[in-house]
């Protein structure tokens, strides 16, 4: 199962990704996962992706394309992938679709998980991360213990780019620069949507109705 989960920054992406990458058993490929690892190892990566990251601004096209194509060669691939935050521009997109072309694994879905801005907002002012992975939402999906993951009991975070002013910022980036794939895969034939709001069990619910015909 060859898919890309698509939508603006806080409509669930990573939620349900996680989830769906346990359920139909194909790794999860979150490029802000792999730059925030990187961020926090001190890399050389890390440190350049940080000033654009920090401001809410894309990083450089060449260095996401680099970053994709080395992780959808290991091994694991083989199995499907499931993209999420990855394309985010035309630029990645088209060299997507050589690198698929190459490693014979075409994009098969692309999920664009719809919510209203005043909720994208809500969203990311309330989230909270861990370490681990995990990620949670002061009141719409709340830890067990205040401030505490519930998967590995470490000290949760907030990310630096869910401030305010930063949020605007990223929102801003997504309609100037990521919206206008949404055509491109509809002109493709493979864009399937996904009302992002509601319970995120529901929501998970629906995303499976679609993937389960392509299993
Ligand atoms: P990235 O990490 O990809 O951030 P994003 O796209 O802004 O997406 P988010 O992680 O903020 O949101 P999400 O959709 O995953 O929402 P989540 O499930 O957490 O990128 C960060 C930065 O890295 C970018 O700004 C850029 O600088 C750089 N970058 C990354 N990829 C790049 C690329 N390809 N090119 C260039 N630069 C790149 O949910 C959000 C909150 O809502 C959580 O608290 C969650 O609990 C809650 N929630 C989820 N679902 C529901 C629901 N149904 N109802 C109520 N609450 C919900
Ligand atoms: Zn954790």
């Known amino acids: 199962m060859n898919v890309v989960l698509f939508g603006p920054p806080g409509a669930g992406k990573g939620t349900q990704a996680k989830e769906l990458a346990k359920h139909y058993q194909i790794p999860h490929i979150s490029t802000g996962d792999i ?22 601004e894309l990083v450089p096209d060449e260095v996401l394309i680099g970053i994709i194509k080395d992780r959808l060669t290991e091994s694991d691939c083989k199995a499907g992938y499931l993209l999420d935050g990855y394309p985010r521009t035309v630029p990645q997109a088209d060299a997507l679709s050589g690198i698929l072309d190459d490693i014979r694994m075409p994009l098969e879905v692309v ?54 002013d930063v949020i605007g910022q990223r929102l801003d980036s997504y309609k100037g620069k990521t919206q206008p794939l949404i055509d491109y895969y509809k002109d493709k034939g493979i864009l399937v949507n996904i009302d992002g709001t509601g319970e995120i069990g529901r929501v998970f619910s629906d995303i499976c109705e679609v993937l389960d015909q392509y299993k």
């Open 111 to 164: 999920l664009n998980i719809d919510v209203a801005d005043e909720e994208l907002i809500t969203r990311l002012c309330g989230r909270y991360m861990c370490t681990c992975g995990e990620s949670y939402h002061i009141k719409f999906n709340p830890p067990k213990n205040e401030g505490v993951c519930d998967a590995c009991g470490a000290q949760l975070y907030q990310r630096d780019d869910d401030k305010e």
């Open 35 to 56: 730059l925030r690892a990187n961020v926090r190892d001190g890399t050389e990566l890390g440190r350049e992706a940080k000033e654009y990251m920090d401001k809410g």
